[in-house]
């Protein structure tokens, strides 16, 4: 994020510290492990990392998503891409401040800034990615209790998280009008996760499977009302895709630095790479497309921190910015030649984490489904 105040220039400086000394030295191993300790997220809890926009009734520092934004640029700038803090902080949490009841926000959401309650959101399942009225999990409604079952995939945090966000049919013949969100609490009975799963990618971050066998949660847990779980969804989908357009784009940046860093000292034929000039342009047209990408990625969150409805250009983000960071990754990597394969170059691991974001919260097709039909184009 450009044009920054004081305050921001501050909040980062002290943020970046922190990513060197508490994130980056521990990349290799949280990778093998295939999670990070929950002694960062408690770390981060006491600096005022997690949610700082909540507000400070609730433990928070009631700051607004400027803030946020300075986090998630700063961990993937420390290679802490698969940190799940945005996710949580910017995607999940919401959920509850913004629907939960006065219960359930003073249960939990002061532990989403100390780090003591992680969140996760479950919407995706192995028959329903792209097409979220298909989901199958179901949540019936008994005495003070609903009851859930049901199975979610692919989800972010969900191995380490304390509270899930899961979407579920608590009425099923209403397809998306029967849509509800319940929080789930880890402990709630009949309630399990499976192993984290092996990925391409983002191995530091758990993604897991989540399974519901008549899970009881009590009624309270129901975030606003019954049936209004997919319109919620669809509100809270623009800061979800746009933190994920920050990605793309801090990524991009970080890609090109790399490949730019090799391009001008690796020397092939008498010259550096980078002073051929296929290689030259190369690196001219991926600058232009970072450049471009940080343009309009600057004016989309400028654009939603004064509340504006950006959810087509937001569309429009995730789907180019998520297309050109692969790109990107791509010809750095190529510009490393098998250096680039080599899992001591950083390009290495970038390559492989990119690939993802055109496809988590939204794949790109679906973007340019929503930017179609937001054009008159109805499939
Ligand atoms: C690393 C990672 C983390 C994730 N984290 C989470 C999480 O925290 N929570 C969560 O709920 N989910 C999560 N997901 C799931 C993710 O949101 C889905 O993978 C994504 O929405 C696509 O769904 P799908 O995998 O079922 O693919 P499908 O929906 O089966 O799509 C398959 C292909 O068909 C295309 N397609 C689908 N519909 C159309 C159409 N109408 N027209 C043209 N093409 C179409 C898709 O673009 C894709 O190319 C995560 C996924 C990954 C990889």
């Known amino acids: 994020m450009r044009v920054p105040t004081t305050e921001h220039q501050i909040f980062r400086d002290s943020f970046r510290k922190f990513v060197a000394r508490e994130v980056t030295p521990h990349v290799g191993e949280w990778e093998a492990a295939r999670e990070v300790p929950r002694g960062l997220w408690l770390s981060l809890g006491r600096q005022?990392?997690?949610?700082?926009?909540?507000?400070?009734?609730?433990?928070?520092?009631?700051?607004?998503?400027?803030?946020?934004?300075?986090?998630n640029e700063e961990?993937?700038?420390?290679?802490?891409?698969?940190?799940?803090?945005?996710?949580?902080?910017?995607v999940a949490s919401p959920y509850l401040a913004s629907y939960g009841t006065g219960e359930a926000k003073e249960?939990?959401?002061p532990g989403c800034v100390t780090g003591e309650v992680i969140t996760a959101v479950g919407l995706s399942e192995p028959g329903a990615g792209s097409d979220l009225a298909a989901i199958r999990t179901t949540a019936v409604k008994d005495g003070d209790f609903y009851v859930l079952n049901g199975q979610k995939t692919f989800i972010t945090n969900g191995y380490c998280a304390d509270l899930v966000v899961v979407a579920?049919?608590?009425d099923p013949a209403a397809g998306y009008q029967g849509m509800s969100l319940i929080l789930v609490d880890k402990d709630a009975p009949g309630f399990v996760r499976g192993q984290k799963l092996h990925k391409m990618g983002g191995h530091m971050q758990d993604t897991a499977e989540l399974f519901f066998a008549d899970c009881r949660v009590p009624a309270w847990h129901l975030l606003g009302q019954?049936?209004?779980?997919?319109?919620?969804l669809m509100e809270k989908l623009q800061q979800e895709r746009?933190?994920?357009?920050?990605k793309c784009q801090v990524m991009a940046e970080e890609c090109l630095k790399e490949g730019l860093n090799y391009a001008k000292t690796r020397q092939v034929f008498g010259r550096p790479v980078g002073m051929h000039q296929a290689?030259?342009?190369r690196l001219a047209e991926m600058a232009t497309e970072v450049e471009l990408g940080r343009v309009f990625l600057d004016a989309l969150i400028a654009a939603h921190l004064a509340g504006e409805d950006v959810v087509q250009r937001v569309s429009m983000g995730k789907y180019w910015l998520g297309e050109m960071v692969n790109r990107v990754a791509y010809q750095a990597l190529q510009l490393h030649g098998g250096y680039g394969y080599m899992e001591e170059y950083r390009i290495c691991r970038l390559s492989r984490d990119v690939r993802a974001l055109s496809i988590f919260a939204g794949t790109s097709e679906i973007m340019k489904l929503i930017i179609s039909r937001n054009l008159g184009l109805r499939g």
């Not at 019954?226 to 919620?232: A, D, L, N, P, W």
């Not at 746009?242 to 920050?246: A, D, P, T």
């Open 48 to 71: 005022g990392y997690l949610c700082p926009w909540v507000p400070e009734e609730y433990g928070g520092l009631g700051l607004d998503f400027s803030y946020s934004v300075i986090i």
């Open 75 to 90: 961990l993937i700038k420390g290679d802490g891409f698969g940190v799940g803090v945005p996710l949580h902080s910017d």
């Open 107 to 109: 249960r939990y959401l």
């Open 168 to 170: 579920c049919k608590t």
């Open 226 to 232: 019954e049936g209004q779980g997919f319109k919620y």
């Open 242 to 246: 746009l933190e994920v357009c920050i």
């Open 279 to 281: 290689n030259a342009f």
